[in-house]
C-alpha cells in the first residue's frame, strides 16, 4: 500500500531521466515505481520514439492504478514520419549527439510546465553529457546520479581518469591491443585480477572510438561532483567494491536487485510478479509456452541483450554449437542484431534447429530466466542480464561485447565463480564444449551452486532490514527531507 504524507505535507517529486537505451530505462523505470510505491511523485522523462515504442509494447499498461506517475518527453532527433518501432532509424551516438545539443533546453521546457514543483533529479550517470547537471543548478535542485550497472562496472569506468593521470592511456598505438600489453594487470582497490582488457575498451583511447576516452573522463569527472550516488547492486555480492566506492564518494545507496524490492510490494492477492511493463520490444508469450514442455535445468537461454551487433558468421557459429552440444535452447535473435539487420540464418542450420531450439526476436527475460526448465544463460554479459541471472539462480557463458560487460564477465568468472568466458572470435566447437560444460559438467555444477547462493544472498538483501530495503528507506528519507527544505 502506498504510503501517505501528513496532512498538510506536500508530496515530494522526483524527476528520472534515463538513457535512452532499453537496459537503462528498465533499471531506473524500476527504481521509479518502486519511489512511486513509497508515495513519491515521480515523472519519468524518455524520447518520444522510445515512449512510443514503450506503449506499443504494452510498457505502460500499469498507469492507470499509479495515480501521481506520469511520462513526458523530449525530442530525440528521429524522424517522426515513421509508423515503425522495430528499429531506431538513428544510432546510439546519433541520438546523444542530438541529446547533447538540445536536450537541457527541451527538458527545461517540459518543468516549466509542471504543476509540481521538482525535489530533485535522478539522472542516469551518463545522461551527463546532455547537462543535467546544469538543468540542476538551473532549477536549483540536487541531482542524484543513478548508475543502471554494477559496483564494479562503475568503478571499472573510473580507471578512465586514473589511468589517464597515470599516463597508462590513451595507448600509444593499436599494436598494444595485440602484443600482449592489454594483460597487464590494473591496482584496482576492493578488486583483484583486473586485466586492462577486463576494463571498457573505450577506455583504451586507440582505434575507430578513441574518441570516447574523452567522454569517459569527463563523465567520471561528473561523479566525482555528485553528492549521492545509486548503484543496482546488493551489499552481499560487491562488499570490498562497495566499501572503497563509500569512502571515495559522500553518500552511496545499493538499491539492488530491483525486481526482488517490487517483489516486496505486490498487490496482496495478485499473481502479477511485476516482470513486465519495461520493455521497448513486444515480448513473445510463445517462450514461456516452449518452456513448459521441458525439463527443470534443461534449457539454455541465449540473448545478447538490446544494442549488441555481430556478423551473420558469428551468428552461425553460435548457432552450430548450440545444436551440436544436444542442449534445448531458447534463443533470442533481434531483428536487428546482425550488423543492424535482420537475420537470415543458412536453411540446413535452421531445419537442424527445429528439433532442439526455439527462437523469438524477444522475451519477458526475468519471466525466462526463473523459469524452471533454464539451466544456464549464454549472455553478453550487460549488467541488466547479469543481476537477473543472479537473482534466479542462474549460471552464465559471457561473451563480451563492450562498455561494462567485460568488466562483469571478469567478476563473474573469477570472483563470484558463477560463469565461464566465450572468447569473441566464435567457433561452433567452443560454443559447443562450454554449453555442455554449462549444463552437464562438472564446472557447470559447482556454477549452478554458486549461482543459487548469490539468489539466497540477493533475496536476504532486498528483505525487510536488508541491506538494499534499508537503503531504499534512506533515500526515500533523503528525498523528503530535501522536500521540506
Request: net charge negative; proline share 5%.
Amino acid at each position: 500500500m502506498e504510503e501517505v504524507p501528513k496532512v498538510g505535507q506536500k508530496k515530494p517529486h522526483v524527476v528520472f531521466i534515463p538513457l535512452p537505451a532499453q537496459s537503462h530505462i528498465k533499471c531506473m523505470l524500476k527504481l521509479a515505481r518502486l519511489l512511486h510505491h513509497k508515495g513519491l511523485l515521480v515523472t519519468f522523462i524518455n524520447t518520444q520514439s522510445n515512449q512510443k515504442r514503450l506503449v506499443t509494447s504494452g510498457g505502460t499498461s500499469w498507469l492507470d492504478d499509479a495515480p501521481g506517475f506520469q511520462f513526458l518527453t523530449v525530442p530525440d532527433g528521429l524522424a517522426s514520419t515513421s509508423d515503425s518501432i522495430d528499429e531506431p532509424l538513428q544510432s546510439m551516438e546519433q541520438v546523444a549527439r542530438y541529446l547533447a545539443d538540445n536536450f537541457l533546453d527541451s527538458f527545461l521546457d517540459l518543468v516549466a510546465g509542471l504543476n509540481t514543483p521538482v525535489t530533485c533529479i535522478v539522472s542516469d550517470g551518463f545522461m551527463t553529457f546532455a547537462k543535467t547537471r546544469y538543468a540542476g543548478e538551473k532549477l536549483r535542485v540536487p541531482i542524484i546520479l543513478h548508475w543502471t550497472f554494477a559496483a564494479c562496472g562503475f568503478i571499472g569506468f573510473y580507471q578512465a581518469k586514473v589511468l589517464m593521470e597515470k599516463g597508462v592511456v590513451p595507448l600509444k598505438d593499436e599494436s598494444y591491443l595485440t602484443n600482449g600489453y592489454l594483460d597487464t594487470l590494473v591496482d584496482i582497490p576492493g578488486m583483484n585480477g583486473i586485466r586492462l582488457r577486463d576494463l571498457p575498451e573505450h577506455i583504451l583511447g586507440v582505434g575507430p572510438k578513441a574518441h570516447a576516452l574523452k567522454f569517459m573522463v569527463e563523465t567520471v569527472v561528473e561523479a566525482d561532483k555528485a553528492s549521492h550516488m545509486i548503484f543496482h547492486t546488493f551489499d552481499g555480492l560487491e562488499s570490498s567494491i562497495i566499501r572503497e566506492l563509500k569512502s571515495m564518494f559522500p553518500k552511496i545507496y545499493t538499491i539492488g536487485p530491483l525486481q526482488l524490492l517490487l517483489n516486496q510490494i505486490r498487490a496482496k492477492g495478485s499473481n502479477n510478479s511485476n516482470f513486465s511493463g519495461y520493455s521497448l520490444w513486444k515480448e513473445e508469450p510463445e517462450c514461456l509456452q516452449w518452456l513448459q514442455s521441458k525439463e527443470p535445468n534443461s534449457v539454455v537461454y541465449v540473448n545478447f541483450g538490446s544494442l549488441a551487433v555481430m556478423s551473420l558468421q558469428d551468428l552461425v557459429e553460435f548457432g552450430w554449437g548450440l545444436v551440436n552440444s544436444n542442449s534445448y535452447f531458447l534463443w533470442i535473435i533481434r531483428d536487428n542484431l546482425i550488423d543492424g539487420k535482420p537475420a537470415v540464418l543458412p536453411p540446413e542450420l535452421e531445419e537442424v534447429i527445429k528439433s532442439k531450439g526455439f527462437i523469438a526476436t524477444w522475451c519477458s527475460q526475468e519471466e525466462v530466466l526463473n523459469h524452471h526448465s533454464v539451466g544456464g544463460f549464454l549472455t553478453h554479459g550487460g549488467w541488466g542480464s547479469v543481476i537477473e541471472s543472479l537473482s534466479a539462480g542462474v549460471p552464465m557463458i559471457c561473451c563480451p561485447f563492450s562498455g561494462d560487460q567485460r568488466t562483469n564477465c571478469a567478476q563473474m568468472c573469477k570472483e563470484w565463480e558463477v560463469g565461464m568466458e566465450i572468447g569473441r572470435n566464435v567457433k561452433r566447437d567452443e560454443v559447443e564444449k562450454l554449453v555442455r560444460e554449462l549444463m552437464d559438467g562438472v564446472e557447470g555444477v559447482k556454477m549452478r551452486k554458486k549461482a543459487i547462493e548469490c539468489k539466497k544472498i540477493a533475496d536476504i538483501s532486498t528483505k525487510p532490514k536488508g541491506s538494499s530495503s534499508i537503503d531504499i528507506e534512506e533515500l526515500v528519507a533523503e528525498i523528503r527531507m530535501i522536500s521540506r527544505n
